[in-house]
Each structure stands twice: as C-alpha cells, then as structure tokens.
C-alpha cells in the first residue's frame, strides 16, 4: 500500500521536528558541561568549561611551597587534563543522546579527542 504525499510529508516533518529538538538538547547539555580536574597533591584545582577553556582554578595551601615555574607547570598539566577528561565526557553526553557509535557521536567524540589529546601522567595529577 503506498502512501499520500500528505502522509509523506507530515511523516518528513515529525522526522525533521524530533531530529531539531533532539540537536537543540544536545546543544544545550553540551553548553552546560564543565570538568574539574585536581593535581594529586592538591596543590591546583582547574575547572574547564564545555569549549575548554578555563573558568576556575584554585590553589590548596601546598601550592604555598612550590616554586612559581612548577606551579605555573602544574596549572597547564591540570588544565590539560581537564580538557582531556572533558572531550571524553562531552562523548559520553552524545552517545546518550544519539547512541554509541553513531555518526553523530562518533564525530563529536573524535573532534573533540583531538582537539584535547589525553597527556602523559608526567606530573601526578589526578582528574575527578
């Protein structure tokens, strides 16, 4: 049995409409994604926002005896943590959305895997 091209239509635009909400969802979750990540010894705390950049960093009281070039070292190693634990989040968030292996969260995740490679543990941070 074939379809009217009424029945056609309405069934593109229902399609078009859940595909629209479900980008407008994705977008607005993706926005909303931060990672904080924390040196081992608890000397820095960086907290990423969803492009990566950074929008909070603390220092614990250790970071008082550290020599200025090392604690400027562990703020980027941190920060590069965040950012790495950040593209694996902002992977999870689109596999929920859209599934696993799609296109779509396959894309997400690899862009955003390259753009923030996981680093050599070389400085001892931990990433919660």
């Known amino acids: 049995m074939s379809q009217l091209p009424e029945d056609l239509l309405r069934s593109f635009e229902l399609?078009?409409?859940?595909?629209?909400?479900?980008?407008?969802?994705?977008?607005?979750?993706?926005?909303?994604?931060?990672v904080t990540a924390q040196s081992r010894g608890g000397e820095v705390q960086v907290t990423v926002?969803?492009?990566?950049?950074?929008?909070?960093?603390?220092?614990?009281?250790?970071?008082?005896?550290?020599?200025?070039?090392?604690?400027?070292e562990l703020v980027l190693a941190t920060s590069r943590q965040a950012q790495a634990k950040l593209a694996e989040s902002m992977g999870e968030l689109v596999s929920?959305?859209?599934?696993?292996?799609?296109?779509?969260?396959?894309?997400?995740?690899?862009?955003?895997?390259q753009r923030f490679p996981v680093q050599d543990d070389d400085l001892g941070e931990d990433v919660r």
């Open 15 to 34: 399609r078009a409409a859940e595909h629209a909400e479900r980008a407008q969802l994705l977008s607005r979750r993706l926005e909303q994604n931060s």
């Open 49 to 72: 926002d969803s492009t990566g950049g950074l929008s909070g960093l603390q220092f614990g009281s250790a970071a008082r005896d550290l020599e200025l070039d090392r604690l400027a």
């Open 96 to 113: 929920d959305l859209y599934g696993q292996g799609s296109p779509t969260a396959t894309f997400v995740t690899q862009t955003y895997a």
